[in-house]
């Protein structure tokens, strides 16, 4: 019996699936964050997002028999790419929507990742970006751009301010995936399977942000049933499932490829929160979501092998 996510043979369209399960499941929390602020402040709201997930995965791996210490070599890079990919990057997505950011505002600023890493991949794990892939990273970019600046305040110095947070989850979030693409490409013997390295990162990042949920914040929930199910899909359909899809895709396509998923995340969120919230999309905002579009095909199309001799 296969584990989650244990899939050995990957065709063309398998990928496609996971690739869109991935952008519908992923988008889904910057919805569901948004929901549950009200009720928790972010350290404790990542509190009892992820010390819940721990437990669960703890758990599922102790039945599976999966549970194992890898080294601390292996689990010290699962622990710190946990704090990265899933503290860093979602606290400061939480603290953006906090000071009023629209969560498809926050996710347009975090499409800006794909950029970063594609200009970056190269150099960190040695692989070649084509000259078409760099060209839908830039019409991607231009349909940020497109879909941003009209709704951006750049006379309220809070607003830039508020605006500027999510940065910090594009740059903890390529950083991740970057190190996770070098440990694949360079180190194999410290590869971790993916409910094991998901387990790690989700205890790093619980203990991360124990401390500061009890010292900032005391706890302070307010516990209602709309909470507790945002949290519940918070926990397996963003935290558990997304993730554990984005390691897969990242182990069977390049770092590029994978990051220009995330430029789908602007239209989808703002169609999630025009249905969650009925937050009213702009002219622009359709503009950008055929620009994107475009840009992911580009990034996304194959290339051919040059033939060697």
């Known amino acids: 019996m296969r584990h989650f996510f244990s899939v050995p043979v990957f065709d063309k369209h398998a990928t496609w699936l996971l690739a869109l399960a991935f952008v519908l499941l992923w988008n889904s929390g910057f ?11 972010p350290f404790t709201l990542l509190f009892w997002r992820y010390w819940p997930l721990t437990l669960l995965l703890l758990g599922y791996l102790f039945i599976r ?41 926050v996710a347009l600023i975090v499409a800006l990742q794909p950029m970063i890493t594609g200009a970056l991949s190269g150099r960190v794990v040695g692989e070649p970006t ?12 231009a349909g940020v751009l497109i879909a941003v600046v ?18 910090g989850s594009v740059l903890a979030i390529t950083i991740a995936s970057l190190m996770q693409r070098r440990l694949e490409f360079h180190r194999h013997t410290d590869r971790l399977p993916v409910d094991l390295n998901l387990f790690y990162q989700s ?17 302070a929930t307010r516990w209602a049933g709309e909470f507790i199910a945002t949290m519940l899909w918070l926990i397996l359909g963003v935290s558990w499932a997304a993730y554990g899809l984005m390691w ?58 040059r033939i060697t001799h």
């Open 65 to 105: 028999r999966r549970l194992w210490w890898p080294g601390w070599v292996a689990a010290g890079t699962s622990l710190f790419t946990g704090v990265l990919a899933h503290g860093v990057w979602l606290g400061c997505v939480l603290f953006s929507l906090l000071h009023g950011v629209p969560p498809g505002i």
């Open 130 to 141: 084509p000259v078409l892939r760099w060209l839908g990273l830039l019409v991607g970019f």
């Open 203 to 219: 205890l790093g990042t619980a203990l991360a942000v124990t401390l500061p949920a009890f010292a900032f914040e005391g706890l």
């Open 31 to 41: 919805i569901g964050a948004d929901y549950a602020l009200p009720y928790a402040n």
């Open 248 to 305: 897969l895709l990242i182990r069977r396509l390049d770092a590029t490829r994978v990051a220009s998923l995330f430029y789908l995340g602007p239209p989808v969120t703002m169609l999630m929160a025009w249905i969650a919230f009925g937050d009213m999309l702009q002219w622009t905002d359709i503009a950008a979501l055929v620009v994107i579009a475009i840009g992911v095909l580009l990034t996304q199309a194959p290339v051919r092998a």
């Open 150 to 167: 009209p709704r951006t305040d750049f006379s309220d110095p809070q607003s830039v301010f508020a605006y500027t947070i999510p940065f």
